[in-house]
């Protein structure tokens, strides 16, 4: 049970009774100890226990995420391959078949530098190195290996960011994080589209806001955007939904912070925050 200290203090006690015989009649001697302590150490135990529990099965989780991402594409190599046999396929045919080989092979490769990336970052085992940058220098670094994918959508990638605008990040990791918001803008939108970058510098932070026009976000898929492995509503066929949790972890662990709403005018809009004395 509990017992309470002048101070209005509880704490747990516990209490034990034996009979005895005192002056030749029979008492009870009841013995009251303190053990908050111990039930300190009993409750942070059973807090580690399910803590242990809930990493335990998101890794179960991650395993057969991981496995399916992989499964998937070389179920499909397996397949062009038998087809590959086929001695009567025509030049065209060929070239066709080993065109989808070389994509699947893509789509895996970039899954486990992705993966490795993550779980590298989580570890510790990257030591980010950062320097004052310009930022303009930066976003046209994330989007350059992007120019094709977004040409071929006949898509418009504008930026607004000041020459001058400077933060200390580490410049390849952080193109790395705005590749992949701005890739995700690209796969989500209409061909012909306008994906928007700006940055704006206040007081206390530099915020840098990412725009498409595309169909925008479900409700219900908001709040799990940045999830490792989440799919919306809305993903395209071979999304593994690691991008934007790989931005995330980047940014994060930079001081920064990323989220993500609806356009009232339609579309998606991806803020980055990142305040004074972080960035």
Not at 80 to 98: H, P, V, W
Not at 194 to 204: D, S, V, Y
Request: proline content about 3%; aromatic content about 6%.
């Amino acid at each position: 049970f509990r017992g309470m200290t002048k101070k209005g203090d509880t704490f747990h006690v516990e209490a034990s009774a034996a009979s005895i015989t005192y002056r030749g009649e029979s008492a009870y001697l009841i013995y009251l100890r303190d053990i908050t302590e111990r039930k300190r150490a009993e409750e942070s135990l059973i807090k580690s226990q399910k803590e242990l529990e809930r990493l335990n099965k998101a890794k179960t989780r991650a395993v057969d995420h991981i496995s399916h991402e992989l499964k998937t594409p070389l179920t499909s190599l397996n397949i062009l391959n038998a087809s590959l046999c086929n001695e009567e396929l025509t030049d065209e045919e060929r070239y066709e078949l080993i065109r989808e080989q070389t994509m699947l092979l893509s789509r895996m490769e970039w899954l486990i530098a992705t993966l490795l990336k993550i779980s590298k970052l989580d570890a510790g085992t990257i030591t980010l190195k950062p320097q004052e940058i310009c930022l303009k220098d930066v976003v046209e670094k994330a989007i350059r290996p992007l120019e094709i994918a977004a040409e071929l959508k006949m898509q418009t990638i504008t930026q607004v960011i000041p020459a001058e605008l400077k933060l200390t990040l580490d410049t390849d990791w952080t193109a790395e994080a705005l590749g992949n918001v701005i890739k995700n803008c690209i796969e989500h939108s209409p061909e012909g589209s306008t994906i928007e970058i700006k940055a704006i510098e206040r007081p206390l932070l530099t915020q840098i806001i990412i725009e498409d026009s595309g169909t925008g976000f479900q409700e219900k898929d908001i709040p799990h955007l940045f999830d490792r492995f989440y799919q919306g509503s809305g993903s395209t066929i071979g999304n593994a939904g690691l991008g934007l949790a790989l931005a995330k972890t980047i940014i994060v662990n930079q001081g920064g912070v990323i989220q993500a709403k609806n356009r009232e005018s339609g579309g998606a809009e991806f803020e980055i925050c990142f305040y004074r004395g972080t960035a």
